[in-house]
């Protein structure tokens, strides 16, 4: 027995930015000058209408990363945070649409690590050099099977 799709709900924006807010991974998506999309998975913290991600000491071939890349040539970026169980009554997806900027100003540098640490164990362990990169929303979407 192949489980039904679910009736799909358009999430409020509170809820959104909640379900947002309290996901520990999600998917940063830039595009870069040559028009190819390019996704990758990220831990982020919020703060207000501003989310935040840093660069940080995974094995990593260089710091010269796509992502960032991308976000010099076209800041414009989509994160998608979603749920997913056998039951799909209880999937449930956010995207959020903003503009990305690497962060020159050392207290908001500060700030964001802080925020990262205090949600991520192992930023609390070795905390990222960064960079670091805000991420400006200016549009959230979401729905949800409940």
Known sequence: MSPQAPTLHRMESGE??????????????????????????????????????AVDAKPKRTTNLKRLRNIAANPAVAVLADHYEDDWSKL???????????????????????????RYEQYRQTRPAGPVVAIQIDHLTGWSGA
């Open 92 to 118: 449930w997806w956010v995207r959020a649409d903003g503009m990305a900027r690497v962060v020159t100003d050392a207290a908001e540098t500060q700030r964001a690590i802080d925020l990262l640490a205090n």
């Open 16 to 53: 959104a930015r909640r379900r947002l807010a309290g996901a520990k991974i999600g998917r940063l998506a830039t595009v870069g000058d040559d028009g190819h999309p390019h996704i990758v998975p990220f831990v982020f913290a919020m703060d207000g209408d501003r989310l935040y991600f």
